[in-house]
């Protein structure tokens, strides 16, 4: 949040970054809401004004920081879960294959025997 904040111009010490980001955190574990959802993002813009942010600032800075720290990783762990499913089920029906060939490879050779 510190190099958010000073990515909008705002002169705030690493201390007080720290403990917005930590509060605002914590707050959202103890809603006991999904990624603290609103939670996080109310308290972290709200101790930011408090701080003498401006709104508009607090608020930027806050999405910013969310989106970095929360729907980066939903991002990623989404692509992580497409390539695992996808190779999943492309495993799968390579050994569906596998197995039919294997089955066919042995009627054959039983129908061999059967005419001997």
């Known amino acids: 949040m510190y190099f958010v904040l000073e990515g909008f111009g705002v002169d705030v010490t690493v201390l007080l970054s720290t403990f917005v980001y930590s509060f605002s955190t914590l707050m959202g574990a103890v809603s006991l809401i999904p990624g603290g959802l609103i939670v996080v993002e109310g308290s972290s813009t709200g101790l930011l ?44 029906k390579q050994e569906r294959t596998t197995s039919r060939n294997l089955s066919l490879g042995k009627s054959a050779e039983h129908l061999t025997n059967l005419k001997e």
């Not at 999405?63 to 692509?79: E, Q, S």
């Open 49 to 92: 004004i408090l701080a003498g942010i401006s709104k508009g600032v607090a608020a930027s800075a806050t999405i910013v920081t969310r989106f970095c720290t929360l729907w980066f990783a939903v991002l990623v762990g989404l692509i992580a879960l497409f390539v695992i499913r996808h190779k999943t089920i492309r495993d799968a």
